[in-house]
């Protein structure tokens, strides 16, 4: 039994459509399984977690846990949620084990959390789906590759900038 996590970061897409999610990848029976299923046993108010559908009935592999970082705002708010992101969150996983990021032969084995930023100004519904399937399949690769690079954290620690602020010096 691997009890390796995986975790990884993207954001992709600009202003109210763009996407940031982190995932967590593991084994079901390590630390990633056990927060997997405490989570969805656990929802919190506006914070409910569900597993990621490609269509009903047909969750992608490995079983994902979608997340919401923000409660739903309103219901265009929840559905962008519930609709395009869950599409493209479970789509952007089953790239990464078409591509091999994810191996195959992990589909029944491991399990992924991924939490999920939908900006609650967002309006279109095709955006929000493709920045989210191309971030979470970043994401997925980012943790398999351990990116960012440490150096590159170390160069970057005097010039943070990021879509809501960027200090002045």
Request: net charge negative; hydrophobic share 45%.
């Amino acid at each position: 039994m691997t009890v390796d996590v995986q975790i990884g970061e993207s954001f992709v897409g600009e202003g109210a459509h763009a996407a940031h999610i982190n995932t967590v990848l593991g084994h079901r029976d390590g630390p990633a399984g056990t927060a997997w299923a405490t989570a969805l046993a656990t929802p919190s108010a506006g914070h409910v977690p569900f597993v990621a559908v490609l269509r009903p009935s047909l969750p992608v592999k490995p079983l994902t846990l979608f997340v919401t970082k923000s409660a739903p705002e309103s219901d265009a708010h929840g559905l962008l949620i519930w609709g395009p992101a869950q599409a493209g969150v479970a789509s952007g996983i089953a790239d990464a084990v078409a591509d091999g990021e994810i191996p195959a032969e992990w589909a029944d084995s491991h399990a992924v959390i991924a939490a999920v930023w939908v900006n609650p100004a967002a309006t279109d519904a095709e955006q929000v789906y493709r920045n989210n399937r191309q971030a979470a399949r970043e994401a997925i690769r980012n943790g398999a590759r351990s990116l960012p690079a440490t150096e590159e954290v170390i160069a970057a620690r005097t010039t943070p900038s990021n879509p809501f602020f960027t200090p002045a010096s």
